[in-house]
């Protein structure tokens, strides 16, 4: 009888203490991070991913995610201290260094490797080619970023001058190209997901080609933040980093189903399958970079682009606005 009370009091003490401890653990204060994200799409589900199983708060982050519509705004947050951390294309980071700015935007962890636009035309085109966009009108999105540099570049591999062969519209901001298509402007338009699903799906849309199989390899979507943020907070950049590398290693070893389930809460105004098959289409052409690192042959190409488009006529040095070791020390 006393063992058996000696061993019911041992499994209620050590009970107790595995609730305190568990409780301590629970209650441990999260560091607060906000991010801006250049717009809100599947193209960026590792992060998604990240937030929905857990991984940020497993690094002890809570982030608040904030919708930047557009890089041009996303780095004026952050360079005005609004956010901590800003998710845009390199371009801007270039364009800012190459101002001058002494608190530059240096980018530390790439997501994208290859454009997440999707090409639509009025009417279903089984034979598309680009060769078919002459003499039309494209809306391209904002003159200077990323999506319509690299639909320049796409139109001048296929003999398509831009401005001369073709009209490539910069007047319509980014978040209401969608809508400006479906509502009688242009013949074509580059869009992203799920857009560009929800648009056919509603059969105001075809896709005809993805922008992102054409372009090739580009570092597309990088985090940054500024030079003297990452100085005094490389531990809570090495710990949001760590926490976008495991959503990179989720998405690589689970399926598109599973992958739309986890991010579903994200995007309420899309069903599961248009999810699934975004998803699908966004693995198949091999769109997210597995080990995070923005490689100086990546950002060279980049601003091949950017000059071939116009928009570059001075390189930044690599060294300067990108920092690869915290995505390599991630993957360790």
């Known amino acids: 009888m006393r063992k058996l009370k000696a061993i019911s009091f041992i499994l209620v003490f050590t009970l107790l203490l595995s609730m305190v401890f568990?409780?301590?653990?629970?209650?441990?204060?999260?560091?607060?991070?906000?991010?801006?994200?250049?717009?809100?799409?599947?193209?960026?589900?590792?992060?998604?991913?990240?937030?929905?199983?857990?991984?940020?708060?497993?690094?002890?982050?809570e982030v608040e995610l904030i919708n930047g519509q557009g890089a041009d705004k996303v780095m004026a947050a952050l360079l005005s201290d609004q956010v901590d951390i800003g998710f845009m294309g390199p371009e801007a980071s270039i364009y800012v260094y190459n101002q001058g700015a002494t608190d530059y935007a240096v980018n530390f962890a790439q997501l994208t490797q290859r454009d997440g636009s999707f090409f639509l035309a009025r009417e279903p085109m089984p034979n598309f080619k680009f060769d078919d966009v002459r003499g039309k009108s494209i809306i391209g999105g904002r003159k200077g970023g990323v999506p319509n540099m690299t639909l320049q570049y796409v139109l001048r591999k296929y003999g398509v001058e831009p401005g001369i062969d073709a009209e490539v519209r910069t007047d319509i901001q980014f978040p209401v190209m969608a809508g400006a298509f479906t509502g009688g402007e242009g013949d074509f338009v580059a869009l992203f997901e799920p857009a560009a699903s929800l648009v056919e799906k509603e059969g105001k849309g075809y896709i005809v080609a993805s922008i992102g199989a054409e372009g090739g390899y580009i570092p597309y979507t990088a985090y940054s933040a500024k030079k003297s943020y990452i100085e005094k907070n490389p531990e809570v950049i090495q710990r949001f980093t760590n926490a976008i590398y495991k959503g990179m290693k989720w998405v690589e070893t689970h399926t598109a189903e599973e992958i739309a389930k986890s991010i579903a809460p994200h995007f309420p105004e899309s069903d599961l399958d248009i999810l699934t098959r975004v998803a699908e289409r966004y693995k198949a052409q091999d769109t997210w970079k597995p080990d995070l690192v923005l490689t100086e042959d990546g950002l060279n190409h980049l601003m091949y682009i950017m000059e071939q488009a116009g928009e570059l006529d001075k390189r930044a040095p690599y060294d300067a606005i990108v920092i690869t070791e915290f995505a390599k020390k991630a993957m360790k």
Not at 34 to 44: D, I, Q, R
Not at 48 to 58: H, L, M, N, R, T
């Open 22 to 61: 568990t409780g301590c653990s629970s209650n441990k204060e999260l560091t607060k991070i906000k991010l801006s994200e250049v717009t809100h799409s599947v193209f960026y589900a590792p992060q998604y991913v990240a937030i929905s199983e857990g991984f940020f708060a497993e690094e002890g982050l």
